[in-house]
């Protein structure tokens, strides 16, 4: 009788060393433009470990790249203690490595982070980067040590997870520039690996950094380079192999996708959200062998030690720190004092352009701020299709209300307008009547970014509602 075997899963810790920064506006404005929390990053990071060890029942760990945020050192270092804590306490942890762990100095790579910086509080000064090449040694104790099989080329590796299971840990190495996914040599090591769990009779789950499915349409057709290269052989041969899960990460989306092929084959590509994001979460996995099945579940924050939130959540407070939560918090200031909106906004809106043409903006997003649900449907021409309540409804609605709901919604999944409730009527019906009018006026710049054979109002759907698997936090996957 093969016993279960369980793992946490967490991804884009995006660790942020202290000694890396101190409080002033280069990096209070650095964190603002992002949308992950930089500065409590290891606050965050201890918060998930403390969680972890507290679980006996789960004794492996996993982390799947950009693991630091800017490939320096010192955050490496600082790290890597975090694993020595969790391997101190008896854990097995396996780590990938992702486009920020490492810098390209010389461009080599075509790495996006020629260096890294200390940020002080007037500007930056450099500091010392780990390169690609090192990466490997440096976590070597840390997956490729436990390998059954290591692949040195990409530092990809596979382990025995427990009775019955294997993990294939690909380090897809890639910025997707002339780069990315596994050569020609990496595909046929990993397609060996598949067959012999296969013979062994294990089952064989894979973990990559770089989504194999995107998230959204129009994340695939704008920026094909940011998912895993070469996904449509990997798609190919998780289908033709049986393997039904790929863990993923990078788009900091939290994500359960299925594709199935022509032959009704498939998989589903688990894309976890950014550890440091508000709402960050890790995945809690359970195979069971005998059953032939994997239990995905995920787990929050509901506090970040040393960290006091007053009266709100860990996800609360941290929201505000970021672009989309920092202009949800700032735009009552729209209404009484424009000045400290546009102050509160620095670093997310571009304030110099805004104040200048304030004429303009002023009135403009005042007006935005005023409108109701119902402006949309009205636009949409879907108003006479709405019942009484519905109307009552939409013309409650703070329109910006929904887009912030909708906006809370983007990285942590399960967006909340299924096409039952107004708001989806009223928006998807906006986004509808733009396409008649970007077609009929002819509109070049939106119409390229549409992907072909789609449209706006397809677009929206995604961040309308869970039009994925049902519900990104939880499946439950038959592997056999
Ligand atoms: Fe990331
Ligand atoms: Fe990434």
């Known amino acids: 009788m093969k016993q279960p075997t369980s793992f946490w899963l967490l991804t884009d810790t995006h660790y942020v060393s202290k000694q890396t920064w101190v409080e002033g506006k280069p990096f209070t404005m650095r964190e603002r433009g992002d949308q992950i929390a930089l500065k409590l990053s290891p606050e965050i990071l201890d918060s998930f470990i403390d969680r972890i060890l507290a679980d006996d029942g789960t004794d492996i760990v996993l982390f799947t790249g950009d693991n630091v945020n800017s490939g320096d050192r010192v955050s490496h270092e600082e790290f890597r203690q975090r694993l020595e804590r969790l391997t101190a306490a008896g854990k097995k942890v396996y780590v990938t490595t992702a486009t920020h762990d490492y810098c390209s100095p010389n461009g080599e790579d075509e790495c996006f982070q020629r260096g890294a910086v200390r940020y002080t509080e007037t500007g930056t000064e450099p500091i010392p980067v780990m390169l690609r090449r090192d990466l490997f040694d440096y976590y070597y104790d840390y997956g490729p040590k436990q390998a059954l099989s290591v692949h040195r080329e990409s530092g990809s590796y596979v382990v025995q997870l427990g009775e019955g299971v294997r993990l294939c840990m690909i380090d897809d190495n890639g910025n997707g520039r002339s780069h990315c996914g596994l050569f020609e040599d990496g595909v046929q090591w990993l397609t060996a690996q598949i067959r012999d769990a296969k013979a062994a009779g294990d089952f064989i789950l894979l973990a990559v950094h770089h989504p194999v499915i995107a998230p959204w349409e129009i994340f695939r057709h704008m920026v094909d380079y940011e998912l895993y290269g070469g996904y449509r052989d990997l798609w190919k041969l998780m289908c033709e192999e049986g393997v039904r899960v790929v863990f993923t990460g990078h788009t900091h989306v939290q994500s359960i996708r299925k594709y199935t092929d022509e032959q009704g084959r498939w998989f589903v590509d688990v894309a976890t959200i950014a550890a440091v994001n508000a709402a960050g979460k890790m995945r809690h996995v359970t195979v069971d062998p005998e059953a032939g099945v994997c239990e995905i579940g995920s787990v929050g924050l509901t506090a970040i030690r040393g960290v006091d939130t007053g009266d709100l959540t860990p996800q609360e407070y941290l929201y505000g720190i970021n672009f989309a ?83 809370r919604h983007i990285y942590p999944g399960n967006a909340p307008f299924p096409p039952d409730t107004v708001e989806y009527k009223a928006l998807h019906g906006a986004a509808a009547r733009l396409d008649r009018l970007v077609q009929r006026f002819k509109i070049e710049k939106v119409q390229k970014m549409i992907p072909p054979g789609s449209s706006l109002a397809e677009i929206a759907e995604d961040f309308l509602y869970n039009n994925r698997t049902g519900d990104d936090d939880s499946i439950t996957v038959d592997l056999k």
């Open 325 to 407: 939560g920092r202009v949800e918090k700032s735009f009552p200031l729209l209404n009484t004092d424009f000045d400290r909106f546009l102050s509160e906004t620095d670093g997310v809106l571009p304030a110099e352009k805004l104040r200048g043409h304030k004429a303009l903006v002023k009135p403009g997003l005042r007006f935005i701020a005023k409108r109701k649900l119902s402006f949309a449907a009205k636009l949409g021409k879907v108003w006479k299709t709405l019942t009484p309540e519905e109307k009552k409804r939409a013309k409650e609605t703070g329109l910006m209300d929904t887009a912030f709901e909708i906006c």
